[in-house]
């Protein structure tokens, strides 16, 4: 059992992955800015996955039946293994693919710099700001992978762990014959 439930977690994160990267691709191609105030659009895209691979092994491979302790090792190791294909995928994406997507990144996130720079300034000071506008041009695809791994091992942590438990349902107790 634990072997299916490893199989599942595994063809669900990968498939999470899969479909978040494409959505990301998506967004780009319609000029949106996948890493900026878009970056968190992916969230019901991957519960929605989550889920049926969650049914899928209760359907599938517990007869209709899932513990808790599955539902939510399920759907942890579901977060861990997307979290992972999709810092690959995207380091992949950015590096080789598609780097004007990280240059696009770049631009976006000077220009709204240098529009709010008197906000910045005003908080921060000068020498940060100066500091952190400089950094944006050193961003590489591996840096975009790292914070994409974190944020999606984070939030999929807990969307797992809560579906997990939303999709727990366990066999009735049976009562011994009454004499």
């Given at each position: 059992m634990r072997q299916k439930l490893l199989q599942t977690a595994l063809l669900t994160g990968i498939v999470a992955a899969l479909v978040i990267c494409l959505f990301l691709i998506l967004l780009y191609a319609f000029g949106l800015n996948p890493f900026g105030q878009?970056?968190?659009?992916?969230?019901?895209?991957?519960?929605?996955?989550?889920?049926?691979?969650?049914?899928?092994?209760?359907m599938k491979?517990?007869?209709?039946?899932?513990h808790g302790w599955q539902g939510v090792f399920l759907g942890a190791l579901t977060a861990v293994f997307a979290a992972a294909f999709y810092a690959v995928l995207i380091y992949v994406l950015l590096a080789y693919i598609m780097p004007d997507m990280l240059t696009a990144h770049k631009a976006n996130l000077t220009k709204w710099m240098t529009s709010n720079q008197a906000v910045m300034v005003e908080q921060f000071g000068k020498a940060v700001y100066e500091s952190n506008l400089q950094a944006v041009n050193s961003i590489t695809a591996s840096d975009i992978a790292l914070d994409e791994w974190i944020k999606m091992a984070a939030i999929g942590l807990v969307i797992?762990?809560?579906?997990?438990?939303?999709?727990?349902?366990?066999?009735?107790?049976?009562?011994?014959?009454?004499?």
């Open positions: 878009y970056k968190l659009m992916f969230m019901p895209l991957y519960a929605m996955v989550l889920m049926g691979g969650l049914w899928y092994f209760r491979h517990m007869e209709g039946w899932l797992g762990m809560a579906l997990g438990i939303f999709f727990k349902k366990t066999p009735p107790v049976k009562q011994p014959p009454t004499q």
